[in-house]
């Protein structure tokens, strides 16, 4: 048995994004046997606002399928810009300090810091080292690095204080693991020896998550017709996804009626994505959907949309990818020819030119056109899931790794 700490701005029951790995690897491991805490903040992504039944300024203690959850008080802004991220992310290393410095007295064999934020590592590593505890720093996206690189935060000089920071800290880590083969090698780039560093894949349920057979109630709901091919995109709405670039799509296909639109999500740019789509028949906003009826919704998809900003597209892998594979339909992603998502998707999908909306509707269109070539894709998708992305695999990997690192 391991006695495991964890810490993070994002948890259950956040539904999508990094909340929802952390705790289905925190439930995963607790059933497995091993001492499960976790340190985290208010409920609050992708909405950006405090979730119903949570306060924003109250620290509270509850039990979670077998994890001790400590919840820790998080300013989250009306108005998202660099500066209020930047307060808001402090606010969590400032307010889960002292509940993280107090868990030292359980004597945890590995304390378990999960990037993003990365703002939040140093008192992790201070936990671990006051405690005698391993220390494992996971990324789940380069947040420093992507900021700069979309233009959230600016000044060269910031950017070069952030980044040696972030150096100095990395290195006093014990293991450092990231979610793609890309990501690990910028990880040697900011000085993680390969011995300390670590591919820790995300997953997916691919029992929960599987092509369904016959007919899906969420068509009937959203009014859409059997023989309409659903273009679905779903996940995050911010500044990271790119996601402007299907209002081109869509307005450059609005004259063909086989084709209809599907944006589900929540966000910081919600509000602006649903005035965009106001104005386009072709298009339907809807909200998040629960948990249970998410393989509705993938399945909803006879082709998935991952649109992601080439400035970013090594910085981040993004999560809703698994999902997407699992549920067996194809995906048009605007990824560069060299990054993780077009490696990936490669096989399975269509990759095109980040800035290029005539490239992606000509290729939305021609999937729409080849039922074939969309059931070879879909499939392709399904069968790297059930080899690659196994969420027992995985999990049953990284246990191996974390008893590994605890006995050295």
Same mark, same amino acid.
């Given at each position: ?5 964890? $810490?993070?701005?994002?948890? #259950? ?7 929802k ?12 046997? @091993? ?5 985290? !903040? ?25 994890? #001790? ?18 307060? $808001? ?8 300090m ?35 505890? +391993? ?20 000044? *060269? ?7 040696? %920071? ?5 290195? @006093?880590? /014990?293991?450092?693991? =990231? ?6 090698? #910028?990880?040697?780039?900011?000085g993680?020896?390969? #011995? ?30 059997? /023989? =309409? ?17 299907l ?7 609005? &004259? ?23 104005d ?13 009826? %998410? ?8 082709? $998935?949309?991952l ?5 970013? !597209? ?19 992603? *605007? &990824?560069?020819?060299?990054?993780q998502?077009?490696?990936?998707? @490669? ?40 080899? +690659?992305? &196994? +969420? ?10 974390l ?6």
């Amino acid at each position: 048995m391991v006695r495991i700490l964890i $810490h993070g701005i994002n948890y #259950t029951p956040e539904l999508i994004g990094v909340g929802k790995y952390t705790g289905e690897m925190a439930e995963w491991l607790a059933a497995r046997g @091993h001492e499960v805490r976790m340190v985290t !903040a208010q409920p609050y992504y992708p909405a950006w606002r405090i979730g119903d039944g949570f306060s924003a300024w109250r620290y509270q203690k509850e039990c979670l399928n077998g994890v #001790t959850v400590f919840r820790c008080p998080l300013w989250v802004p009306k108005k998202l810009n660099g500066p209020t991220r930047l307060i $808001h992310l402090l606010s969590f290393a400032l307010s889960s300090m002292p509940i993280l410095i107090s868990q030292v007295f359980n004597r945890p064999h590995v304390v378990f810091s999960i990037a993003p934020a990365f703002f939040t590592t140093p008192v992790a590593l201070l936990a671990a080292r006051l405690s005698g505890a +391993k220390a494992w720093l996971h990324i789940q996206d380069f947040e420093v690095d992507a900021a700069f690189a979309l233009g959230i935060l600016k000044m *060269t000089k910031l950017r070069r204080a952030i980044g040696s %920071l972030e150096t100095l800290i990395i290195k @006093h880590f /014990d293991r450092v693991s =990231t979610i793609s083969n890309l990501m690990v090698k #910028t990880l040697w780039k900011k000085g993680v020896s390969k #011995t300390r560093s670590l591919l820790f894949l995300n997953w997916v349920d691919t029992e929960a998550i599987r092509p369904l057979k016959g007919s899906n109630p969420m068509r009937k709901k959203l009014d859409i017709d059997s /023989d =309409t091919i659903v273009a679905l995109y779903s996940g995050s709405m911010g500044q990271k996804q790119g996601i402007e670039i299907l209002f081109d799509v869509a307005q450059k296909l609005k &004259s063909n009626p086989k084709i209809k639109f599907v944006l589900c999500g929540e966000g910081s740019a919600c509000s602006r994505i649903q005035s965009m789509a106001s104005d386009l028949t072709n298009v339907i906003c809807i909200p998040l959907q629960p948990v249970d009826r %998410l393989n509705y919704l993938l399945n909803l998809a006879d082709i $998935h949309l991952l649109p992601q900003r080439a400035d970013a !597209a090594d910085l981040v892998m993004p999560s809703k990818l698994t999902g997407i594979l699992a549920s067996g339909r194809p995906v048009v992603t *605007t &990824s560069n020819p060299d990054t993780q998502v077009a490696q990936v998707v @490669h096989s399975c999908g269509i990759v095109v030119n980040p800035e290029d909306a005539d490239a992606f509707a000509e290729s939305l269109l021609w999937l729409a056109e080849q039922p074939q070539e969309r059931q070879r894709l879909g499939e392709a998708g399904r069968n790297f899931a059930l080899k +690659k992305l &196994s +969420k027992d695999k995985i999990l049953s990997e990284f246990e191996i790794s974390l008893q590994e690192l605890v006995n050295q």
